[in-house]
């Protein structure tokens, strides 16, 4: 191949490179019934905290939002009458769940009454316009009948919304068994539409099979309340049960959670170890907490690095987070609240 062949080759690649960068999503509405003025606006619905993607107001009863999405993304696309209130109208606000991606979308309803509070899809409403959307439909209506999640995944193996279902369903470690993520590794088997979600689920499917139901609990980096270094896996007993409390002094839930574990680990204390580690970085207001609440029970704190290990591979989003260990040291179960844990632990020290 000549030089001028490579410099062409070069330009032609470059080429398509900004061709893709300059591609865009706009949604578009012509609304019977929408006022104009009425504010229309996107968000991520992924991300947290939310973030305005784009918005606009009406005019002439129309509307036309316009923005770029590095990949599909689950969005919500809002819409507000509250800025051009007359006397005696009600405020309307609607939250519509979008599957967001690079091309153009319509919404499509009778009126503007019709817009749903917060429903996807309805008889007489809905968004259209590629693929991914298509299959956020089709999954919506599925569940409409009745369906689950599984079973949309099954017949959609290569959906890009199978594979976002798939991830929520990896969320949270030690919440299926290694079989029960094994087999949906296996279900999910691509999306062309969306690489970088399918490149994360196959990430997730690996730490997933590592805090799986079943087997022991994967190590972190903590401290003692002594200031000295330690590790989660070597200060979980056998030969009792194990309550482990992820907790914090400014997490409210977590606070509000410690009088029932006191109580259970005051009723059952040839049964059951309760074992608390903290995410606090104040030292001095996780020592307080703990003699203000009278949590007696072993206490722990996150290295930096046993914090970041925890959120990434726990698949958590921060705290309160519990796990139940058998007398093998094996995760047994990752209640919700403390009702949950009171019912399991009451079962298994009856």
Not at 160 to 172: D, E, F, H, P, R
Not at 203 to 210: D, S
């Given at each position: 191949m000549n030089k001028i062949s490579l410099i062409l080759l070069f330009f032609f690649f470059l080429r398509m490179e900004i061709c893709a960068q300059e591609k865009e999503f706009v949604i578009k509405g012509q609304i019977p019934g929408m006022k104009d003025s009425i504010q229309v606006s996107l968000l991520t619905a992924e991300k947290r905290p939310s973030v305005v993607i784009c918005e606009t107001l009406v005019k002439d009863g129309y509307f036309e939002l316009k923005g770029h999405v590095e990949s599909p993304e689950l969005c919500t696309l809002i819409t507000t009458n509250i800025g051009i209130l007359s006397e005696g109208e009600e405020i309307r606000w609607t939250y519509t769940p979008v599957f967001v991606d690079n091309v153009e979308m319509w919404m499509q309803t009778s009126h503007y009454d019709s817009i749903p509070f917060d429903a996807p899809i309805t008889s007489d409403f809905k968004i259209t316009g590629g693929r991914v959307q298509a299959d956020f439909n089709e999954y919506n209506l599925w569940k409409l009948q009745g369906k689950g999640d599984k079973d949309f995944i099954l017949a959609n193996p290569s959906s890009?919304?199978?594979?976002?279902?798939?991830?929520?369903?990896?969320?949270?470690g030690y919440n299926l068994t290694r079989d029960e993520v094994e087999e949906l590794e296996k279900a999910i088997v691509g999306a062309p539409d969306d690489p970088k979600?399918?490149?994360?689920?196959?990430?997730?499917?690996?730490?997933?099979?590592?805090?799986?139901?079943?087997?022991?609990?994967?190590?972190?980096?903590?401290?003692?309340?002594?200031?000295?270094?330690?590790?989660?896996?070597?200060?979980?007993?056998?030969?009792?049960?194990?309550?482990?409390?992820?907790?914090?002094?400014?997490?409210?839930?977590?606070?509000?959670?410690?009088?029932?574990?006191?109580?259970?680990?005051?009723?059952?204390?040839?049964?059951?170890?309760?074992?608390?580690?903290?995410?606090?970085?104040?030292?001095?207001?996780?020592?307080?907490?703990?003699e203000k609440k009278q949590a007696k029970w072993a206490q722990y704190v996150f290295t930096k690095q046993g914090y970041k290990d925890f959120l990434e591979k726990y698949q958590v989003g921060g705290v309160p987070y519990f796990l139940i260990l058998d007398k093998e040291g094996r995760v047994i179960s990752n209640p919700k609240h403390v009702e949950e844990i009171k019912q399991e632990v009451e079962s298994l020290c009856k």
């Open positions: 890009a919304v199978s594979v976002y279902l798939g991830n929520k369903m990896l969320q949270t979600r399918f490149a994360t689920f196959r990430r997730n499917c690996a730490l997933a099979k590592l805090t799986a139901k079943g087997y022991p609990i994967v190590n972190l980096a903590l401290n003692d309340i002594n200031g000295r270094a330690c590790e989660l896996s070597k200060v979980i007993p056998t030969g009792k049960y194990v309550l482990v409390d992820f907790w914090a002094t400014w997490c409210g839930p977590c606070m509000a959670a410690i009088p029932g574990i006191k109580e259970l680990a005051e009723r059952f204390p040839e049964d059951l170890v309760v074992i608390g580690v903290s995410c606090d970085t104040d030292l001095n207001a996780w020592k307080a907490a703990i």
